[in-house]
């Protein structure tokens, strides 16, 4: 039988840049084909390529046969038939590739127009069909709302309807669940190999989580700086790999899943050339000693926060009460939509309290506003998600960095650099950086930039904001051995929120478990991961990506 998808030489470049050297690829009817690597290494380069979507400077050579045409001779028109049509392709970002001012129901109406020629009634009822078929509950009301009104996990089923709205031949999934927590993660992937069974589609899924490689691939492709390293049934990949840079993968992996706490030693950082490595070897971290742990930092009591809705309010926060002692990570998990982050921002004040108390220092700031903040803010920051979103694209990072010490009354620009150049180098980024733009760093160096600047202000407590999960395994590993080697060093105490379970593993003193506003288990880092006493809990544990394989394999080949 010959093959749905078959690439052969592809090569992409940039003037002097060779984001793809060579890519040799197959996927078959009803195959499921993992392409993994780190961030840049040219997986997502391929897959646009092949779909003409890449920009005019892109210098595209090889071939890349559909059904026997090869999509890369075919005129811009001929490609435009076959894309949405016989070819989809699942974005991402939901957020950014759905149009925020219309609704879900004009979306997928206009592929349908596109591509089927249905309108009006008939276009609605299909619409309302798929939705239903990517399990979006009351989608007759639902069809009429607009991006923002869903969950990141519905937006991520809404762009799979659209995808799938004329029964494609073959989907591209470019990382479809990053971001996501574990229980949506599962329950978006068990859609998208349902809807491939159900349409008999070859389903190309572009990953950096070997996680998911294990579970949903058949077959699983590496590649490493523009190049194919390995490629093979799943289950040989990932017992018996022939490359090095699968076994680096693979030790990654391992560290986090083997169930390592920060105070018993570091995750594996090696890494593949061109990947940031430490420059400050070590052979653990010590435990915070006791006296840093010695009375309440933060103590939450009885929080509510509200939201007005459409049918009334909406309850994020439902009385919540926790303590984060000093020099102590807490730990909190849970669904997206749980409320974990209208919790740490209405911390920082971020966010409206309608009522209890948040006492920071001593002090009640539950009610304090305005200028009443100002002198709060040096003590409490924030790592966000997304460095992309949180740090300005207009200004270079020294900049950035300077108007934090303004805004914090550092006249002195002698002290002000001093200040800068002791951070960056504690974050091993070099001078030279400040005078960069974001966009000219990795992924794992932006959130690298973004902990300086948290940082400079001489806080006592980060919040850290899933700022890990948009990063591949080698270089996650590097900014979670920073964070923790921060916390010692500076004495912090972190409330780190992330939908890993493995990372909160590794990085949590005690974890608290969050389900529609209200914390519903609480524990220490070892006993809430072997003895979950709330349903929900073991749910989550359930529906994380399930490692045994891949840590027996990882085991028996480094």
């Known amino acids: ?37 780190e961030s840049g290494c040219g997986k997502s380069t391929s897959a646009l390529a092949v779909l003409g979507l890449l920009s005019a400077e892109a210098d595209i050579s090889g071939e890349a046969r559909f059904e026997g045409q090869d999509l890369l ?10 894309r949405g049509g016989s070819i989809s392709m699942v974005f991402q970002d939901s957020a950014a590739a759905l149009n925020p001012v219309q609704t879900i129901g004009a979306q997928i109406g206009e592929t349908l127009r596109i591509h089927d020629g249905l309108r009006g009634a008939a276009a609605r009822r299909r619409a309302i069909e798929l939705l239903s078929l990517v399990e979006i509950p009351d989608p007759e009301r639902r069809i009429d709302e607009y991006p923002h009104q869903f969950s990141g996990g519905q937006r991520q089923r809404v762009a799979i309807a659209m995808a799938v709205a004329s029964r494609p031949k073959l989907l591209i999934a470019d990382e479809p669940t990053t971001a996501l927590d574990a229980a949506v993660q599962s329950r978006i992937l068990e859609l998208l190999d349902r809807l491939k069974r159900e349409f008999g589609m070859g389903l190309l899924l572009i990953t950096h989580d070997l996680g998911l490689v294990g579970q949903w691939a058949d077959r699983t492709v590496v590649m490493l700086r523009g190049l194919k390293v390995e490629d093979g049934p799943t289950r040989t990949v990932l017992t018996r790999p022939r490359h ?5 993968l693979l030790g990654a992996v391992q560290g986090l899943e083997e169930g390592r706490h920060y105070s018993q030693g570091r995750l594996p950082e090696a890494g593949a050339p061109g990947v940031l490595l430490p420059v400050r070897p070590s052979s653990g971290h010590e435990a915070a000693p006791q006296a840093k742990r010695e009375g309440q930092l933060l103590s939450v009591r009885d929080l509510h926060v509200r939201y007005a809705g459409k049918h009334g309010s909406v309850e994020a926060v439902d009385g919540v009460s926790f303590n984060i002692a000093r020099g102590e990570t807490v730990g909190l998990v849970g669904e997206s939509g749980c409320g974990k982050s209208s919790l740490s921002r209405a911390i920082l004040r971020l966010a409206p309290v309608a009522s209890g108390q948040i006492i920071f220092e001593d002090a009640d700031i539950a009610r304090v506003t305005g200028a009443g903040l100002k002198p709060l803010r040096r003590h409490m920051q924030m790592v966000f998600q997304d460095p992309n979103g949180s740090l300005n694209p207009r200004r270079t990072v020294g900049q950035i ?38 966009h000219e760093f990795s992924g794992g160096q932006r959130q690298r930039i973004a902990i300086a600047r948290a940082l400079l ?6 919040i850290c904001d899933e700022p890990a999960s948009s990063l591949d395994l080698p270089v996650r590993a590097q900014v979670l051995n920073l964070l923790a080697d921060l916390k010692q060093e500076f004495g912090l105490s972190y409330l780190f929120i992330s939908h890993d379970l493995s990372v909160v593993r590794y990085m949590a003193d005690r974890v608290l478990v969050m389900q529609k506003g209200r914390i519903v288990e609480e524990g220490g880092h070892a006993e809430i991961w072997s003895r979950p006493r709330h349903s929900y809990t073991q749910s989550l544990i359930d529906a994380a990506p399930g490692w045994a394989f891949a840590q027996s394999s990882a085991a028996s080949v480094l």
């Open 457 to 462: 202000p001489g806080p006592s407590l980060l």
């Open 401 to 438: 960095m300077h108007s934090v010490l303004k805004a914090q009354g550092v006249e002195s620009e002698m002290e002000r650099v001093g200040r800068i150049l002791q951070l960056l180098d504690r974050v091993r980024l070099p001078s030279a950086a400040l005078e960069s733009y974001p």
């Open 244 to 248: 090095p840079y699968t076994r680096l």
């Open 1 to 37: 039988m010959s093959p749905l998808l078959d690439i052969r030489g592809l090569k992409v470049r940039y003037g002097e840049i060779e984001a793809v050297r060579q890519l040799d690829l197959v996927v078959a009817r009803g195959e499921t084909v993992a392409l993994a690597g």
């Open 73 to 82: 001779a075919l005129d811009p028109k001929a490609l435009r038939r076959l």
